[in-house]
């Protein structure tokens, strides 16, 4: 399911909080923050598999940037989890 964030992650500019990237993220998001079995924690794990399998776009940042991007993200993603799933 991590999968629909792929598109994302290899734009160069993932990391930067652009509205537009914010926005691809936040449409990823919306695919899969309903699905059975989804945890940002464990989307938190896939980037950094992604990161580990050589992803350009993931790879090209220093570790402490990564760790500062992919830390937002999944707070980001941890948010609107329990935004979606009290308010039913």
Known sequence: MYEAFDAFLRLDTWHSRHPADLQRFHEALRRVIHEHGFNPDEFGQYM???RGSGENSLSNL????FEKARSRY???A???YYYEHLRQ
């Open 48 to 50: 950094v598999r992604k």
């Open 62 to 65: 220093s570790e402490e940037a």
């Open 78 to 80: 941890w948010a609107v």
């Open 74 to 76: 999944v707070d980001d």
